[in-house]
């Protein structure tokens, strides 16, 4: 039996600032049509971890795959699409200015229905695209940034805090339509602070703390692990007991 090549393969990686240690023999695995939600307190490493296998920063000691290529490679990154925690697009381009570009860069045509297909389920109002994104509030760049990734329609999305700033209709719409991309073979790897997020998600949640894994598995198995009755309780006592 041929075992299919995982999305993401991290194995005992290590990143040091320094002196400082912010990632500590961690290892995670994603496989593809996986969804696997990164948590932790401000601090515990998930932004680094994902600069990491971005190759943003370089990792101390370890080893990172994507689709079974070395993460330092720019042909390994050909198939996902990437929204950073804190994302801020050109404030000298228009929205559509912005979505045109970055779908050139992913090779995708600017198809106007798509987009406002896009535009409508994260609730931007179409005329944003016409405006400068300096004009924009947090709020509507961060659904700017999301529209850009998903009209990607690469395999693999890597969201760093992707529902930050987002309304309560744009976050249910957003998860509802990530459901349907599971359904069609996608993969996603994201950090978050919302549990329900993760619950209503993720197949696995791996909760990250000074630097290292302390519970991988899904969220039924961490409620069990903690004998607690909901995710919520399960992450406190695994936090409080690191």
Do not use: W
């Amino acid at each position: 039996m041929i075992m299919a090549t995982p999305a993401l393969k991290i194995e005992k990686v290590v990143k040091r600032y320094g002196k400082q240690e912010v990632l500590s023999d961690v290892s995670l695995q994603l496989e593809e049509g996986e969804y696997l939600g990164l948590v932790g307190v401000n601090g515990a490493g998930k932004t680094t971890m994902i600069k990491c296998l971005l190759d943003f920063v370089a990792v101390t000691k370890g080893n990172i795959e994507i689709f079974g290529l070395p993460h330092t490679e720019t042909n390994a990154r050909r198939r996902l699409s990437f929204l950073p925690e804190k994302f801020m697009p050109p404030y000298y381009l228009t929205g559509q200015d912005f979505l045109e570009y970055m779908l050139r860069l992913h090779n995708v045509p600017y198809a106007e229905k798509q987009v406002m297909a896009i535009l409508e389920i994260l609730d931007l109002d179409p005329s944003a695209l016409r405006k400068p994104v300096r004009q924009f509030s947090k709020g509507m760049s961060q659904k700017l940034g999301l529209a850009a990734c998903l009209l990607s329609g690469k395999e693999l999305l890597i969201l760093d805090e992707p529902m930050s700033g987002l309304d309560p209709m744009a976050r249910a719409r957003l998860k509802r339509y990530l459901i349907g991309l599971k359904e069609k073979g996608t993969s996603l790897f994201f950090s978050t602070h919302l549990l329900a997020d993760v619950e209503a998600l993720c197949d696995r949640i791996i909760i990250l703390h000074g630097g290292k894994v302390f519970f991988a598995g899904t969220p039924a198995e961490c409620c069990r692990h903690y004998e607690a009755g909901d995710l919520e309780q399960a992450y406190l006592r695994c936090v409080e007991a690191a």
